[in-house]
């Protein structure tokens, strides 16, 4: 079931529709659509969305491009086969032929005989009567076919390999639209080959050097030949998809290309090659081509956007932004390149998955809005999280007050739920999305810092090389949120499910908790009191620890304007520490206040509101309790404060959230 992600969908439906509304221009080249998100962010279940939302309605193929041969990996061909025969499924009111890419495929199919190239130049020409031929011209797509039904789903739901009848109706399309006639007609390549021709880098007008010259490139192992080569086969592609659709009058939506795993060497050269091409196009002296009707919409864990910022020119604008502050207007002025990041679920959007009678059937009890507050409090709407953890919970539904023991419940593959979840989350930060296990123990030390700049001193704990620190360090959708800095911070559900495995880390490992923290209370810099006081904390283990450090924050009460003293104080709370699970809870017991810390003192408030920090407290009892208990002690010290209305203002906001629990 896809919840949710309603204004991402808007969006595609603007990049998609020629129209696309009133503030974005009709038959301007849409921009490419990045969608960054984890591993287990519903990336891929946003594609097969679209591809179900627009199949049959528009020519749409999903592609799957960790399913190419290795040998192809970091060139566009096979991709290029995939979306050809993908937006060549029939859907009415749309024929598209794809006379140009079909003949750079014969071009490239085999080795040219010789390496002289008038010699080179005349088996090409042979080569290509050949397939004039419709019995050849058939077998050879229709072994394109069987190689690109691995890659493409085409329009058909949850098809992700090409049947063989249906491999063969497919060839059989691709090619009566070549011939336009009968079937004993022979084809001509006129068009295709004056388009060659008139494209030719050597300036002849010649198309049988030009595809020598195709043929030549595609052997070659040169970064900036095979680049050559890709942007050749690109322009093609757009330019087949401009003459077929000239045709449809009043067409109402641009083709759509859906890639998957855009991260993967041979997407991200398709993604770099069409801004290339579109580029060229856009600033050719006298250039008359058309703006090209497709629409590419991509998803991917961050890398993608970062290489194809990097790599184009300082024309190509780029714009990022999170869902909720997108607009008409942004869109627009978004350039060539449109980085969003994939939402997270909302509240509503786990209540409306909790409630699917389809999905779950829960007992009457605690009801499915207490479930879905809990689930949504500890996952933060990750997506995958989310319905892992309702599958548990609609299981055993006695561990909607455990949801630690719901995380250490075995989830997919034999893995308990927790770790499982942070496999995939660091898996899909490689472009081959596999798992390097060093790297998520790599993580787990980092997520000590509070942001990117506080985990980069830790790197001297890591054991890597500076790749995999890179890959950890510099990646967008990993550090996405606001630290207490400039620099972000981890996912906060990311950080909780690391701070639960570095908690685990036995005293003798060498980036322990106690090491971590330690390394990270040394390089606080003098003027950073918040710093400091947070790593205090992580590293108090007694009562005694936490009442030197409630001290220093009383003292600091009676100095600081209230609203600076709560800010801070909510920065040194935090970091939930697993290792303290509990602690929070008997403050509720009935001798709390004769061997715990003071009612309506600073140090319970620490306490208090240190373990509401933990996510996975979901005791309804124990949470109605904490709060009623933060908004007493908030009240208690209004009277020491420099602006006691802060305070009260403070204790009223615990009061609310309190009131559906009592």
Same mark, same amino acid.
């Given at each position: ?44 279940? *946003?594609? /097969? ?5 627009? #199949? $049959? &309605?528009? =020519?749409? @193929? ?5 399913? +190419? ?74 072994? *394109?076919? /069987? ?5 493409? #789903? $085409? &329009?058909? =739901?949850? @098809? ?5 009848? +249906? ?89 759509? @290309? ?405």
């Amino acid at each position: 079931m896809f919840v949710g992600r309603s204004n991402l969908l808007a969006l595609t439906e603007q990049l998609i529709e020629v129209s696309g509304g009133t503030q974005v221009a009709p038959w301007e080249t849409r921009p490419v659509l990045v969608v960054e998100g984890l591993g287990g962010s519903g990336r891929s279940a *946003l594609l /097969r969305q679209i591809r179900e939302q627009w #199949a $049959g &309605r528009t =020519p749409t @193929v999903l592609v799957f491009p960790l399913a +190419l041969p290795s040998e192809h990996e970091s060139t566009v061909r096979p991709v290029l086969a995939a979306v050809m025969l993908g937006l060549s499924a029939e859907v009415p009111g749309f024929k598209v032929a794809f006379p140009r890419v079909v003949l750079a495929q014969i071009a490239m199919a085999e080795p040219a005989v010789d390496d002289d190239p008038a010699l080179a130049v005349d088996e090409m020409t042979r080569r290509v009567r050949g397939y004039r031929e419709p019995i050849a011209l058939l077998q050879f797509v229709g072994d *394109l076919v /069987r190689t690109a039904g691995r890659l493409g #789903a $085409g &329009r058909l =739901p949850g @098809v992700e390999a090409i049947a063989p009848d +249906l491999a063969d109706n497919l060839a059989k399309t691709v090619v009566a639209r070549l011939r336009g006639s009968g079937w004993l007609t022979k084809l001509s390549w006129r068009d295709a080959l004056d388009w060659f021709g008139s494209n030719s880098q050597m300036g002849n007008n010649d198309p049988m050097r030009a595809l020598a010259l195709l043929n030549r490139k595609a052997r070659s192992i040169k970064p900036a030949v095979r680049e050559e080569l890709d942007d050749q086969l690109v322009g093609a592609l757009l330019a087949d998809l401009r003459h077929s659709l000239a045709r449809a009058t009043g067409r109402p939506t641009n083709v759509v @290309v859906l890639l998957d795993d855009c991260d993967a060497p041979s997407a991200s050269a398709f993604a770099a090659s069409l801004l290339r091409v579109r580029r060229t196009t856009a600033t050719a002296p006298g250039g008359t081509a058309p703006p090209d009707p497709l629409t590419l919409i991509t998803v991917s864990g961050g890398a993608l956007g970062q290489h194809l910022a990097a790599s184009q020119s300082t024309s190509v604008r780029e714009h990022e932004s999170r869902l909720s502050e997108l607009n008409r207007v942004q869109l627009r002025q978004s350039g060539p390149l449109l980085r969003v990041s994939s939402a997270d679920l909302l509240p509503q959007d786990v209540l409306q998955l909790t409630r699917d009678p389809e999905l779950f059937d829960w007992p009457l009890e605690p009801g499915t809005g207490v479930i879905s507050d809990a689930v949504h409090r500890l996952t933060d709407g990750h997506p995958e999280a989310t319905m892992l953890v309702l599958r548990k919970l609609a299981q055993e539904p006695q561990l909607i007050d455990d949801l630690g023991a719901a995380l250490r419940r075995d989830g997919p593959a034999g893995l308990p739920v927790e770790e499982y979840l942070l496999h995939r989350i660091v898996t899909a930060l490689s472009p081959h999305r596999r798992l390097n296990p060093a790297l998520v123990g790599m993580l787990v030390t980092l997520s000590a810092g509070r942001d990117r700049l506080e985990a980069q001193s830790l790197s001297s704990l890591l054991k890597s090389g500076r790749g995999d620190r890179g890959m950890l360090l510099d990646s967008p959708t990993l550090w996405s949120h606001p630290g207490p800095g400039s620099e972000p911070s981890l996912h906060p559900f990311v950080r909780y499910l690391c701070l639960r495995a570095l908690a685990s880390r036995g005293k003798n490992h060498p980036a322990g908790w106690d090491k971590v923290f330690t390394m990270l209370r040394a390089a606080v810099a003098p003027d950073d009191l918040a710093g400091r006081l947070h790593h205090d904390l992580a590293l108090a283990e007694t009562g005694a620890q936490t009442q030197a450090l409630a001290g220093e924050l009383a003292g600091l009460l009676l100095r600081m304007p209230a609203e600076d003293w709560l800010s801070l104080l909510d920065q040194v709370v935090a970091t939930p520490n697993p290792r303290r699970t509990g602690r929070a809870a008997n403050l509720l017991d009935e001798d709390a206040t004769e061997h715990g810390p003071r009612p309506g003192s600073v140090a319970r408030l620490l306490e208090v509101l240190h373990g509401l920090s933990d996510r996975c407290l979901s005791d309804q009892t124990i949470l109605c309790g904490l709060y009623l208990l933060a908004e007493h002690d908030c009240e208690q010290l209004a009277d020491s404060a420099r602006n006691s209305v802060v305070l009260i203002r403070r204790a009223t906001r615990y009061r609310r959230l309190a009131a559906p629990l009592l």
